[in-house]
């Protein structure tokens, strides 16, 4: 049954190789074929799905093509609780990208090449995430950069998304060339590319008591290297925001599923990251900082898509930073929730200004405002005491989990602050409506965590260790800058300080301009 989910792959690969000419003069033809071919990738992404549950979601490699007497140089597929998770989620957000591209781009003079370069890069992301061994993955990893290439070159007239498509273009080679000598390395090590061969050696390794080698831990490096670029963190970030010329569906498809490789290479070769000695411990901080230095750029934008990219780009720090502390069920939950978010928000970005004059009228009612110290101090209360009857009635225990006890006092944190605002700008039944809706939204995170966790029970790594007080220590001073911050600009006081320093951030510290410099060349 596992075969069947290269069915879709293939047709969108037949799609990409009919020339352009003939798609633009048949626009119609190839929007209904590309739409029906994704509805059917995600009618197959479910139904497998299934199947691997009533199956007793037991990990399965199966080995199609070999080429020589080496397995790891054909085509293999490995399929498991995350990449049947994965598949579902970017067969389901192709789908939607699609039928929403129908009306977006209708009479587009090349919405044929649009429709090419979308069915391309939708199956160069699920080949990746099915790939059975790393060599697979790389080719996959990058064709799927090279179909993003040519979708964000849609518009060739405008200079600004040509400079954004060529500053992507050149950060990603930087994570191509780490991951080509991590498959030279790979293969001279270990003398294999296939997952289950290569999980198995370094677990093997470990339990022998043998020490990694020098060669496994500049992988482990270059890895997280490449991943780091793939997913914006910093200080390769600043091509996500720059990539706002493109049409609106290459945005939802880039920020909900493309921009996800790099967690989920991190994901997928987590059972050889583990026990490479610091790599988690530095991907943690590099995580903690861009979701914090993101945030901080995001809350000063005045542009709604930029804004989302920024917010995107802290995302995939947080998530990073989940990774890095050797939580890969939150992570994929993270991944699976903000990618649901993110390309809802990029496709309706043109309703939020209709919706603003509610949200206002809700969020200012100023005759029931109550002291912010009292307001704190029940809204943490009341977040705690939440957390913990979730966590108790579904047998959550924060202190055995890997990173727990740093991702819950966030998780605090981030409702605390939250329900303060709410309690200082609504009503009694606003303030007891939000209560509510975070109990809602706590319940359905727990819920959806262990039922995530359930599904890739069987191919988890366990994190070796805990992690550093260093490490603990950068991360809670990232968030805490971060909160402090917020507090600040809430006072609406802000010195002439804090004024420099709100203008520096509204420029993202000058990066994007620095890189503009580099890459006005291809403008």
Known sequence: MIYAVLLPILLFMGIALVPVHQLNRRTLGIRRLVTSVAALHLAISLLVMVVFVFEGR????????????????????????????????????????????SQYLD??????????????????VSLMIVSGNLLMFFVSWVLTSSGLHMLLTHYRERPAATRAAWTKF??????????????????????????????????NNFAEG????????????????????????????????????????????????VVNAGGYLIIRTSPMLV?????????????????????????TQTSIK???????????????????LGAFSLAMLHILAHSLYKAYTFLDCGGVISRRAATVEIFNDTHKKIPIGWAITFSALITLAILAINFSIFSVHITEKP?????????????????????????????????????????????????????????????QGTGSWLNAILIGLCFGGLLLTYAVTQTGKLSPRLNRFYIHASNGFYMEAWYRRQFKQFS
């Not at 037991?58 to 790891?72: D, R, V």
């Not at 780490?178 to 290569?198: G, R, S, W």
């Not at 988690?280 to 861009?290: D, Q």
């Open 170 to 203: 050149f950060i990603s080679r930087i994570g191509d060339a780490a991951l080509i000598l991590a498959l030279v390395l790979t293969f001279q090590e270990y003398k294999t590319f296939d997952f289950p061969e290569l999980f198995a050696a370094v677990q």
């Open 403 to 463: 990173g727990g006890l740093i991702l819950g006092t966030i998780m605090l944190l981030a409702f605390t602050t939250w329900l303060t605002q709410v309690f200082q700008r609504t009503s009694w039944s606003g303030k007891l409506i939000s209560v509510l809706f975070t109990s809602f939204l706590i319940s359905s995170y727990t819920i959806a965590y262990c039922l995530i966790e359930t599904m890739v029970q069987a191919s988890s790594a366990s994190m």
């Open 58 to 101: 037991i990990p399965q490699f199966l080995e199609l093509i070999s080429i020589g007497e080496n397995s790891s140089f054909g085509l293999n597929l490995y399929f498991d609780g995350y990449s049947s998770l994965m598949l579902l989620l970017v067969s389901f957000v192709g789908w939607i990208i699609c039928c929403f591209s």
């Open 210 to 257: 043998i020490p990694v080698s020098f060669n496994s831990l500049i992988i482990s490096w270059l890895l997280m290297l490449g991943a780091v670029t793939k997913s914006a963190q910093f200080p390769f970030h600043v091509w996500l925001p720059q990539t706002l010329e493109t049409p609106t569906p290459v945005s939802a498809l880039m920020h909900a599923g």
């Open 306 to 324: 930029k804004t989302l990219a920024y917010s995107t780009v802290a995302q995939m720090g947080f998530m990073m930073l989940q990774c890095g």
């Open 107 to 124: 009479g587009d003079e090349y919405e044929g090449r649009y429709y090419r370069w979308t069915a391309f890069t939708i199956a160069a």
């Open 275 to 299: 026990y490479s000695p610091g790599v988690l411990e530095a991907l943690a901080v590099i995580g903690g900082f861009t979701a914090c230095f993101a945030a901080i750029v995001m809350v």
